[in-house]
């Protein structure tokens, strides 16, 4: 790479790309953690300055830092954001003009996945959204014409000179440019965007200088994007607690990211670190021994000897967790005879190599960046980053070793709504918005039926609030379908586990009965016999009653008075006064979606009961010190109304 070809400011480094390529970019950047955000805007820049210029953008998960509207929320997010995300933190310009609809015309943005919820008022990115599996989007990208490629990079000078790694996103690019190359289009000019702090991952991820066309290294970066730590509930723990009986000791573990997955991972440490207790509250919520019986069969009860093999598209902090467990701990080899020696139990504990985590993108906190970094210092083996389609398929010339590697593979992923034949909604609505994107879901469900001792596990909480009140995640049908239920298999809520793979429609459909929510299985049930597809003398069982939100409180009340199950069981970004707003908080936001709700927060206004303890220094960080006038003290009021309630926000 020559010198000239070599940028420190960003601007200049815009100005060149786009006389060198023209005035039409065709670009590709990676989802996440990897988007170079600057060098982006300062393109974004030229172009919206100039209407003879054009950018198409196609890219995943633009991830922008909360902006919100005004009122109590922005009360509450405003200093926070400030603070987590940091000074001089930057968002895509794009991402941000697209979620309130001001992106200009000569700007298209194709995204086959979107930061979940943030894009569903967009028209512009609804119409442009790409519907893909995560591993067909290098092949579809590269009949794109792309004539640019950029990427966040690590960077280390060696004694064979500098060699980049693409860290946090191999996912793609690896993949992306062999197609291209391949196809025997241009190859794409390629631009790395080197982050002082992005750690550097070697092995697989790694590659020469001479990968690069232009080095970009800004005298100033950003911070990383860091993602907020979120709190865990009481159903959310049910959940969880079920979910880890269905782990097989020297299995493999797929997981990705948010409050089930939390879930997950913190019961999984518990099974681990405190067995007795683990047992004991699962028995709590599991008297009739359903998830037990799967448990014996498919998972276990014990802790962890010889450990997971971690092999997920999305490497999070959950894997962090189950390391410094003593957990994510079974290594695998990339070599037929030595994986064959590890599964039999031959294989010498002290051969040197070997991971034990193989992951496509990672995205999370600070102290998960920090715990890679470490890793590539103390083990560089333990973690390889690769690309995406060694990930999330088994198709290709290390499918025989990969199948291996994955024995006793468990792959959970995540779902908004599920129906009573088991399909799975996940990415979107029945109206056609999308609300995230089927990223590698389906990849992984479809694994899982094709490895001999595999199994997908879809969790979901089986209600949410609604605007009516509290509705169910379980349906009879729905107008959207991201998982058929032809590849239906396991299915858990906070009310247990339901197997359904080989089961007949109307044994699925019970499975299904028996982990919803009692105040909707009536309902349910006579809808399935409406249709012929369950016994017209079906009779709901007596104890499926006992499936609802205060059940699950009291089996778990034990725990949560000695404070094994807090809300923020990994830590929080939040001060201990903002974890005691949120709940207050959440509970106005729920109530004020309905005239019900909102009837009640003017009871609770009215008759507010006795002060809390902490009460004035959350009106004082919520700027309520001194309301001013009748709209500040109207919600100052309501505030310290929900305050003083308890915060039931969830359930």
């Not at 009360?75 to 995300?85: A, D, S, T, Y």
């Not at 289009?185 to 790694?206: F, I, M, Q, T």
């Not at 918005?433 to 595999?454: I, K, R, T, W």
């Not at 990994?570 to 709700?597: C, H, I, K, N």
Request: proline share 5%; net charge neutral; with cysteine.
């Amino acid at each position: 790479m020559s010198p000239e070809q070599c940028h420190t400011d960003t601007e200049a480094c815009a100005h060149h790309i786009a006389e060198r390529l023209g005035p039409d970019l065709r670009i590709a950047a990676p989802l996440g953690l990897g988007k170079p955000h600057g060098l982006l805007n300062a393109l974004y820049r030229l172009t919206t300055a100039d209407t003879s210029r054009s950018i198409t953008l196609y890219t995943a998960l633009s991830l922008t830092r909360p902006h919100p509207k005004g009122g109590m929320e922005a009360r509450f997010l405003r200093p926070f954001v400030e603070r987590h995300f940091g000074e001089g933190a930057v968002d895509p310009a794009y991402a941000v003009d697209q979620a309130r609809n001001a992106l200009p015309s000569n700007v298209a943005v194709h995204e086959f996945y979107m930061q979940s919820g943030a894009l569903l008022g967009s028209s512009s990115a609804q119409r442009n959204y790409i519907s893909q599996n995560y591993t067909h989007v290098a092949r579809d990208l590269a009949v794109q014409d792309i004539n640019l490629l950029v990427q966040l990079v690590a960077r280390r000078e060696t004694a064979d000179g500098v060699r980049y790694s693409l860290s946090c996103n191999p996912d793609l690019t690896l993949d992306f440019i062999d197609q291209v190359v391949q196809s025997g289009k241009p190859r794409p000019l390629c631009v790395a965007v080197v982050h002082p702090d992005l750690p550097y991952v070697s092995g697989h991820a790694e590659v020469t200088r001479d990968y690069f066309d232009i080095e970009l290294c800004p005298e100033a970066s950003p911070p990383l994007f860091a993602v907020p730590r979120q709190p865990i509930d009481t159903a959310e723990y049910a959940l969880g607690l079920h979910a880890s009986a269905l782990v097989r000791d020297g299995g493999c573990l797929q997981i990705g990211i948010g409050a089930l997955s939390d879930a997950l991972v913190f019961a999984l440490r518990w099974r681990q670190q405190d067995n007795m207790q683990w047992r004991r509250a699962l028995v709590a919520l599991d008297p009739r021994g359903g998830t037990h019986a799967l448990a014996v069969r498919l998972g276990g009860l014990a802790p962890f000897r010889a450990g997971l093999y971690g092999a997920s598209e999305m490497v999070m902090d959950g894997f962090m967790h189950l390391q410094r467990a003593g957990i994510l701990k079974r290594r695998a080899w990339d070599n037929m005879a030595l994986e064959r020696a590890a599964a039999a139990g031959r294989l010498d504990p002290g051969t040197p190599g070997g991971h034990y985590l193989r992951g496509a993108f990672f995205l999370g906190s600070r102290e998960l960046y920090a715990w890679v970094a470490a890793l590539e210092a103390e083990d560089a083996d333990a973690l390889d980053m690769c690309r995406v389609s060694n990930v999330n398929q088994l198709y290709g010339d290390h499918q025989a070793l990969a199948s291996l590697q994955r024995r006793g593979a468990r792959f959970f992923n995540t779902c908004m709504m599920a129906t009573l034949m088991g399909s799975a909604v996940s990415d979107g609505l029945d109206n056609g918005e999308v609300v995230s994107g089927v990223g590698g879901q389906y990849n992984f469900v479809a694994m899982a039926h094709e490895l001999p001792d595999g199994r997908s596990v879809l969790m979901l909480r089986a209600t949410r609030a609604g605007r009516g009140g509290v509705e169910t995640n379980i349906r009879w049908n729905y107008g959207h379908t991201t998982i058929p239920r032809h590849l239906r298999d396991i299915v858990v809520t906070e009310y247990g586990v339901a197997e359904l793979r080989g089961k007949t429609d109307s044994e699925c459909i019970e499975a299904m009965l028996a982990i919803s929510d009692a105040r909707f299985i009536d309902a349910l049930c006579a809808e399935a016999k409406s249709h012929g597809k369950l016994a017209v003398d079906f009779q709901v069982p007596e104890r499926w009653r006992n499936n609802l939100p205060e059940c699950l409180r009291d089996a778990l009340a034990p725990w949560q008075g000695k404070g094994t199950l807090p809300a923020f069981p990994f830590g929080s970004d939040f001060t201990e006064v903002e974890q005691r707003l949120m709940p207050a908080l959440g509970w106005l936001r729920s109530a004020s979606g309905s005239w019900r709700g909102k009837a009640g927060i003017l009871r609770a206004m009215f008759r507010p009961g006795p002060a809390v303890e902490g009460e004035q220094e959350a009106l004082v960080r919520m700027g309520f010190a001194r309301p001013k006038g009748f709209s500040e003290r109207m919600q100052a009021r309501a505030l310290k109304a929900a305050l003083r309630r308890g915060g039931e926000t969830r359930g």
